[in-house]
């Protein structure tokens, strides 16, 4: 099964509001993390990143928290603006099967924000 | 950051015919990856196409389906091969500038969709 999960499916917002996104992890080895944002039709773009020696990370309008001892990691988004309307994912940087390194991503949390 | 573009965009295919989608990336880099993602779904990791040598494929993935070309540091290509209905799914590029980098970038998908 997949070790990146997301808490919930779909979170709705009004605009002006916070946003917090969450995401559990279940392996303890990864080093990295990364939030992405899909819009309808396009790729995943990258939000912002965090490595696993830090617990908080900030961007423009975007916080990422990392809590290793419960392998959670939560988005936060400031004055949500209707544009944040996306899929978002967790990813995590793992040793893959294979292929050395590889992102392993969660199942997505679709924001929705209403004017 | 680095520019990925896919073509095609969007496919009808009928079972049992196959389909090349090429990826190119506007410099050179390191890694290439190949990721599918389901409707609805997450994203999963096909495999990572190495240049000049066979790529790597995760559990669940072989070449026989999913032949991949990697003939230098820009362009890929993911071959579908032998397509039925399940194999509807967005195919996803990917890359990254160095092995040791973290930060991986993604074009907009293929859209396949099998009848």
């Known amino acids: 099964g997949e070790s990146v999960g997301l808490h919930l499916p779909t979170l709705s917002v009004q605009e002006g509001d916070n946003s917090i996104i969450n995401c559990a992890y279940s392996?303890?080895?990864?080093?990295?993390f990364i939030w992405y944002k899909q819009e309808s039709g396009k790729g995943p773009q990258f939000i912002i990143d965090?490595?696993?020696?830090?617990d908080k990370r900030q961007g423009q309008r975007v916080t990422v928290l990392l809590n290793k001892t419960v392998k959670h990691l939560s988005l936060q988004i400031a004055a949500t603006q209707p544009g944040d309307s996306a899929v978002y994912f967790c990813?995590?940087?793992?040793?893959?099967?294979?292929?050395?390194?590889?992102?392993?991503f969660g199942k997505g949390t679709t924001l929705s924000v209403s004017s | 950051s680095a520019v990925i573009s896919q073509k095609p965009s969007r496919d009808i295919c009928q079972r049992g015919t196959s389909l090349t989608i090429q990826c190119q990336v506007d410099?050179?880099?390191?890694?290439m990856f190949w990721y599918r993602q389901q409707p609805g779904q997450s994203l999963t990791l096909i495999a990572t196409?190495?240049?000049?040598?066979?790529?790597?494929?995760e559990s669940g993935f072989v070449i026989d389906k999913f032949p991949i070309s990697r003939p230098n540091l820009t362009f890929s290509t993911l071959t579908v091969s032998n397509m039925s209905p399940e194999d509807s799914s967005i195919y996803l590029c990917?890359?990254?500038?160095?092995?040791?980098?973290?930060?991986?970038?993604f074009g907009p998908g293929t859209r396949l969709t099998v009848t």
């Open positions: 990917s890359a990254k500038r160095q092995a040791s980098s973290y930060e991986q970038y």
């Open positions: 392996n303890s080895a990864s080093d990295y």
């Open positions: 965090i490595r696993s020696n830090m």
């Open positions: 990813a995590e940087n793992i040793m893959s099967n294979q292929a050395g390194t590889a992102l392993i």
């Open positions: 410099s050179q880099v390191t890694m």
């Open positions: 196409a190495n240049q000049g040598s066979e790529a790597t494929y």
